[in-house]
């Protein structure tokens, strides 16, 4: 036990994760006051200044560019400037991570959303997806609400949790709270949203840069085990199938993990878009997303325990 209390007070950096995620659990920020919704209501804003449907359509990319930029690089100059002022680095860096991190959202969505599809409410599982997706939800059968809860679920622990603690590992609290703010941006403008099909592109390609790495070294994790020699052959046969890479990854794993058919068409802005089919061929019911979400938070504390050990090493070899 001393060594232990001696390990986190000698290394700052996983003082800071797992005061982080202890802070998150007990004291989780309410949704209506995070800083990440504030920071869409404001992007929203100054889109509405400078996205003019009537520009063409490089005009309207160079104008993304820009209010990307100017959005994150002010945040940036601002986090930096702060850090160097304040006394307590490492809680500093909690801080940044706590409100970075969002693990209780997801594990609310899949609790409240499996139990109104096990009672087949489709109204209730509509009306929860609603917030979390940019595709129409209204019209979905039971079996397109199933397969938009189970991808739902996915993006949101793999972005959510994931992808902060991996860009927490290579950066820091500041890399952890710019990389969730740009995920955020990059679904505010998301091109698959009529006026932000231009706008939105410089957003969403470097959201997919960031992505790429975490989520699939998580779509490895996540073959390891019980049938991990299926999995990994559909993930190599079917991995770059999807029209983002990373997230790509980390669904198909999961479909051939539990044999689960994700993808399909879906509706944005009331127009069909085609996407491909992926993963096994059983339709997700109830019983496969708890089965989902029991594989996630297994995985999601196997990758925590990881990094920890990689920040012990790091941190003995400095």
Known sequence: MESLVALLTTNSSLLALWGALLLHWVLPIPYPLHPIVIWQRLALLIAERVNHPK???????????????????????????FSQLVWYQTIFQMTLLWMAID???????AKQFNQAY???HKGRCRELLADHVNRNTENLSLLGLGKAGAETLLLGYGRNVIGVLF?????GGIAAIMYRLAISLARTWSPSREQFRFFGLPAIRIALILDIVPLRLFALLITLGQNAKLTFKGLMQQGENWQLPGPGWLLV???HKLSLSLGGPAMYNQIKMERPRIGGKIAPASLHLAQIQQL???RLWCWIIIESGLLILFHGLA
């Open 167 to 171: 860009w927490y590992a290579i950066g």
């Open 118 to 120: 096990n009672l087949e």
């Open 55 to 81: 520009e063409n359509p490089s005009q309207r990319i160079l104008a993304g560019s820009l209010a990307w930029f100017l959005m994150s690089g002010t945040v940036l100059i601002l986090l930096f400037a």
């Open 296 to 298: 996630m938070t297994s």
């Open 253 to 255: 794993a999961t479909g």
């Open 103 to 109: 693990w209780q959202t997801s594990a609310k969505l």
